[in-house]
């Protein structure tokens, strides 16, 4: 049988860092929506790591919803969903229908996607958030980041050079954007951590 996990170096070196946190500011109950699953490699680690939270991966790309679906067999957890097909951009996701199995969505997760996609997806992101995080539901946001339109690294630098000669509309985000883009959907702020290989750990919360 084919295996078609996709395997993603930096993800063995950042999921501890980015679980501790996690860990810290997840809710009670209820389920994660990580937006953007990539090759899945964070959710098997995640998910049983955080019960009883159920763990909801999602995909756009379909070689990557394989990949989730690969790695969901060889290391299962009964409260770690198969992906669900998601694009952010559309203005009703997979687990705002009526029938989605495992409502409430009470957390979003999402890793390293705003700057690798155009800024529209980071729009739609902030527009789900808003509709489907019951008050008090967070969302986790994770990557690398300007700030006041500075980067915070030579190698941030260069690798916003790298993402703007795949495609001009990619680039590492200003985080002032991002805020105002959370806000607009009844999103707060309450920290932003610095973490390894200079990414920053940001944690919204729906008023």
């Known amino acids: 049988m084919t295996d078609r996990r996709q395997f993603a170096p930096a993800?063995?070196?950042?999921?501890?860092?980015?679980?501790e946190?996690?860990?810290?500011?997840?809710?009670?109950?209820?389920?994660?929506?990580?937006?953007?699953?990539?090759?899945?490699?964070?959710?098997?680690?995640?998910?049983?790591?955080v019960k009883p939270l159920v763990w909801q991966s999602s995909n756009f790309d379909a070689e990557q919803i394989d990949s989730v679906m690969d790695w969901l067999a060889h290391r299962p957890s009964d409260n770690l969903l198969p992906p669900v097909k998601l694009d952010v951009t559309d203005t009703k996701w997979p687990v705002e229908a009526a029938d989605y199995p495992a409502?409430?969505?009470?957390?979003?997760?999402n890793a390293n996607m705003i700057h690798i996609s155009p800024?529209?997806?980071?729009?739609g992101l902030m527009a789900g958030a808003g509709r489907i995080l019951p008050p008090g539901g967070r969302l986790f946001l994770y990557g690398p980041f300007k700030f006041n339109g500075q980067q915070t690294a030579i190698s941030?630098?260069?690798?916003?050079?790298?993402l703007k000669?795949?495609?001009?509309?990619?680039?590492?985000?200003?985080?002032?954007?991002?805020?105002?883009?959370?806000?607009?959907?009844g999103l707060r702020h309450i920290i932003a951590r610095p973490m390894p290989a200079n990414n920053?750990?940001?944690l919204f919360e729906k008023i």
């Open 200 to 202: 920053f750990f940001h």
């Open 103 to 109: 409502a409430p969505v009470t957390a979003i997760f």
């Open 165 to 185: 000669s795949l495609d001009p509309e990619y680039g590492v985000r200003d985080i002032e954007a991002v805020l105002n883009e959370a806000l607009k959907n």
């Open 21 to 49: 946190t996690l860990k810290g500011w997840l809710p009670p109950k209820g389920t994660v929506l990580e937006v953007a699953s990539g090759s899945g490699e964070h959710a098997v680690f995640f998910a049983p790591k």
């Open 11 to 19: 993800t063995e070196r950042n999921r501890d860092p980015i679980l």
């Open 119 to 123: 800024w529209r997806t980071c729009e």
């Open 156 to 162: 941030n630098e260069r690798f916003d050079e790298w």
